[in-house]
């Protein structure tokens, strides 16, 4: 069975690299991945606090986010919350296709990470391998006592919950809602694309061997 070695092109495009092959363009259906199971939802506050430097940091961080994600062996997808949550894009490891997303953020309305936590929670409870979320955020949820049950019950079931915040976030908050305290990483106010990067950084690096 030939082997190779999964990579990104300059074009973001997802690619196998064999000994003495060219390199192949591969296909973002999950069905062709065997070994590829680190999946990682991007979380994204998009209330009204998150208006203008913010979310346009917010929009390159995830793209610097997936970028690295996806060279670690994780799919990753995108969710958004503000007075409701969305599910911007599915799990995948096409950085194009998740450029493309990432320009649906819209900065309004209120904080409502509870219901964020649950979308991810359902993609992700019936799936094998290692599964992580990571809340980039500036503030405090609509409800966080809910917000809080909901990511018990994924750290029960070995979700790992990190991360990204302000330092005008509610810090307390998030020192409960992470899987541990030292995956809250915690930055200035113009620093989320930095804050983004890093916590991406953090993420273990997974089996990128592909199999034919």
């Known amino acids: 069975m030939e082997k190779g070695i999964l990579s990104l092109n ?7 690299k064999s000994q003495g092959v060219r390199e192949q ?6 069905a062709v991945f ?12 998009c209330s009204s ?26 799919r990753v ?5 503000s007075d409701g949550a969305f599910l911007i894009c599915e799990l995948t490891a096409d950085v194009s296709s998740i450029a493309r997303q990432i320009n649906r953020f819209i900065a309004s309305g209120t904080t409502n990470l509870a219901d964020a936590l649950r979308i991810a929670s359902d993609r992700l409870l019936r799936r094998q391998g290692y599964r992580v979320v990571v809340v980039a955020t500036d503030g405090c949820p609509n409800d966080p006592n809910l917000a809080l049950q909901i ?12 991360a990204i915040s302000t330092d005008d976030a509610d810090q307390d908050f998030l020192s409960k809602l992470v899987s541990r305290k ?11 694309r930095k804050g983004m990067d ?9 089996s990128l061997e592909y199999k034919k």
Do not use: H, W
């Open 10 to 16: 300059t074009k973001g495009e997802l690619i196998i």
């Open 25 to 30: 363009p591969v296909s973002s259906d999950p």
């Open 34 to 45: 065997q070994g590829l199971r680190a999946v990682v939802y991007l979380l994204v506050d």
């Open 49 to 74: 606090s998150m208006c203008g430097e913010k979310i346009e940091q917010v929009k390159e961080g995830a793209l610097d986010f997936a970028k690295t994600s996806v060279r670690k062996g994780y």
């Open 77 to 81: 997808g995108l969710i958004s919350f």
């Open 151 to 162: 990511a018990g019950k994924m750290k029960q079931d070995k979700i790992e919950i990190l």
């Open 182 to 192: 030292d995956l809250n990483l915690k930055v200035e106010r113009n620093e989320f």
């Open 198 to 206: 890093m916590m991406a950084s953090k993420l273990p690096v997974q």
